[in-house]
């Protein structure tokens, strides 16, 4: 069983591309329900899982790429950003499996599209957002989005009947009926809750694009990647259940692991289904009663 | 390729967000979780134009189109969502869609919409 289980993760393309494919095989979040693309990514997504090594092919990383970029185009404008992010690592993962050096090449490219993700996500929280660094965004989030409820109450002690009245103002703004309403709950400890949240939020994302952009030369700071972003994954999404992102960027880290270390693997594999468990189970939600 | 793919994507998106009205959240720019301006909190409405004044028109469910409106209001996704109603329209002058954002005051906690974009399509004869 341990040798098997070393065997399985011995190779960082091996481990990724199983995850990724899994994903879409199994969330239509990613797939959507359009069956013009839901079909053919679940066809490839089979055929990969159960027709090894097709799963390392880079013609049925290229079909892949191809559907992904096309539901791109469609979607350019609705689509969330780690379907962006998939896209191109699939773009990436078809051109890295024809090169000479497979692993090394897919390695550098996750390497850096992780890199380059987190970047663009400290950039947007930093110098171009006005309303992140001052706390209003989580501020204004804790009090009327319900996936952060079990935030809002076991953190920020915001009363429930202050989070029932704002869904219901919020609703009632949507709706056009009104033009502006005040939301309930402020308090000086949610402001506090609203920094911290921020502040961490753009140290860790900012932390994690030095890391993985950091040249492989600076060896600390490189090692240093994978303890960060397995930290970002098993407590980012305890909070924000967008276990498809979250899986997505564990498939990535695994990608970008070095070969003789399948440890490493494991627990970005770990870490990955710990996400999925956070978003089957809502902890905070179950704490806060 | 693919990193080059991501950065051009980004810069495009941050390009969008600034000159047009891109919400920050979408467009592949990775600018969630930054900004109250997400998809989810704009507005859609909509409204039969009449000489008595306008009568609220009832949204089906959100497709593509008005997702996409939604998301980035420039003037033909606007139009194209009330071209869709105005096609289905049995009386009134035309119809007029309205895409509004919200935005928050910490310091008060009140929260306003705010008009993104306005399009104005007559009925089809």
Same mark, same amino acid.
């Given at each position: 069983?341990?040798?098997?289980?070393?065997? #399985?993760?011995?190779?960082?393309?091996?481990?990724?591309?199983?995850?990724?494919?899994?994903?879409?095989?199994?969330?239509?979040?990613?797939?959507?329900?359009? #069956?013009?693309?839901?079909?053919?990514?679940?066809?490839?997504?089979?055929?990969?899982?159960?027709?090894?090594?097709?799963?390392?092919?880079?013609?049925?990383?290229?079909?892949?790429?191809?559907?992904?970029?096309?539901?791109?185009?469609?979607?350019?404008?609705?689509?969330?950003?780690?379907?962006?992010?998939?896209?191109?690592?699939?773009?990436?993962?078809?051109?890295?499996?024809?090169?000479?050096?497979?692993?090394?090449?897919?390695?550098?490219?996750?390497?850096?599209?992780?890199?380059?993700?987190?970047?663009?996500?400290?950039?947007?929280?930093?110098?171009?957002? +006005?309303?992140?660094?001052? @706390?209003?965004?989580?501020?204004?989030?804790?009090?009327?989005?319900?996936?952060?409820? +079990?935030?809002?109450?076991?953190?920020?002690? !915001?009363?429930?009947?202050?989070?029932?009245?704002?869904?219901?103002?919020?609703?009632?703004?949507? +709706?056009?009926?009104?033009?502006?309403?005040?939301?309930?709950?402020?308090?000086?400890?949610?402001?506090? !809750?609203? /920094?911290?949240?921020?502040? #961490?939020?753009?140290?860790?994302?900012?932390?994690?694009?030095?890391?993985?952009?950091?040249?492989?030369?600076?060896?600390?700071?490189?090692?240093?990647?994978?303890?960060?972003?397995?930290?970002?994954?098993?407590?980012?999404?305890?909070? !924000?259940?967008?276990?498809?992102?979250?899986?997505?960027?564990?498939?990535?880290?695994?990608?970008?692991?070095?070969?003789?270390?399948? @440890? /490493?693997?494991?627990?970005? /594999?770990?870490? @990955?289904?710990?996400? /999925?468990?956070?978003?089957?189970?809502?902890?905070?939600? #179950?704490?806060? +009663? | 390729?693919?990193?080059?793919?991501?950065?051009?994507?980004?810069?495009?998106?941050? &390009?969008?967000?600034?000159?047009?009205?891109?919400?920050?959240?979408?467009?592949?720019?990775?600018?969630?979780?930054?900004?109250?301006?997400?998809?989810?909190?704009?507005?859609?409405?909509?409204?039969?134009?009449?000489?008595?004044?306008?009568?609220?028109?009832?949204?089906?469910?959100?497709?593509?189109?008005?997702?996409?409106?939604?998301?980035?209001?420039?003037?033909?996704?606007?139009?194209?969502?009330?071209?869709?109603?105005?096609?289905?329209?049995?009386?009134?002058?035309? &119809?007029?869609?309205?895409?509004?954002?919200?935005?928050?005051?910490?310091?008060?906690?009140?929260?306003?919409? &705010?008009?993104?974009?306005?399009?104005?399509?007559?009925?089809?004869?």
């Amino acid at each position: 069983m341990h040798a098997k289980l070393r065997e #399985w993760l011995a190779d960082p393309v091996d481990v990724s591309a199983r995850m990724v494919f899994a994903l879409f095989l199994l969330s239509t979040w990613v797939t959507t329900d359009d #069956w013009t693309f839901k079909l053919p990514l679940r066809v490839i997504a089979i055929a990969a899982l159960v027709l090894p090594p097709l799963h390392r092919d880079p013609r049925l990383w290229a079909a892949l790429a191809a559907v992904m970029v096309v539901k791109t185009l469609r979607h350019w404008f609705t689509q969330d950003n780690h379907i962006f992010l998939l896209t191109w690592f699939a773009v990436g993962m078809a051109l890295s499996l024809r090169s000479t050096d497979p692993a090394r090449a897919a390695c550098r490219n996750a390497r850096r599209l992780i890199g380059l993700s987190f970047l663009f996500a400290a950039l947007w929280k930093g110098p171009l957002s +006005g309303e992140f660094m001052n @706390g209003s965004y989580f501020t204004y989030t804790f009090l009327t989005d319900f996936r952060f409820h +079990g935030t809002a109450r076991l953190f920020a002690g !915001v009363p429930e009947e202050a989070l029932q009245d704002n869904y219901a103002a919020a609703y009632q703004l949507g +709706g056009g009926t009104a033009d502006a309403v005040v939301l309930h709950g402020l308090s000086p400890r949610l402001h506090v !809750v609203a /920094l911290v949240a921020a502040w #961490w939020t753009f140290a860790i994302e900012s932390a994690l694009a030095i890391v993985f952009l950091a040249p492989e030369t600076w060896r600390r700071l490189h090692r240093a990647r994978h303890a960060l972003l397995l930290l970002f994954g098993a407590t980012t999404y305890l909070v !924000v259940d967008i276990e498809t992102y979250g899986w997505s960027l564990m498939a990535l880290g695994a990608a970008q692991s070095e070969p003789e270390r399948p @440890g /490493l693997r494991a627990l970005y /594999l770990a870490t @990955g289904l710990l996400i /999925l468990a956070y978003d089957y189970m809502p902890l905070l939600n #179950w704490l806060v +009663g | 390729m693919a990193p080059a793919l991501l950065v051009a994507t980004a810069l495009a998106q941050i &390009v969008l967000t600034r000159a047009g009205p891109l919400t920050p959240w979408r467009g592949g720019g990775f600018g969630l979780f930054s900004s109250v301006d997400k998809l989810e909190n704009r507005i859609l409405l909509a409204w039969i134009e009449t000489p008595e004044g306008d009568v609220p028109l009832r949204l089906g469910e959100s497709k593509h189109d008005e997702q996409n409106a939604l998301a980035f209001p420039i003037d033909r996704h606007v139009r194209r969502v009330a071209e869709r109603y105005a096609a289905t329209l049995e009386s009134g002058t035309g &119809v007029r869609v309205e895409v509004w954002k919200r935005t928050f005051d910490p310091s008060t906690g009140e929260s306003r919409r &705010v008009l993104v974009a306005r399009g104005t399509v007559p009925r089809a004869r």
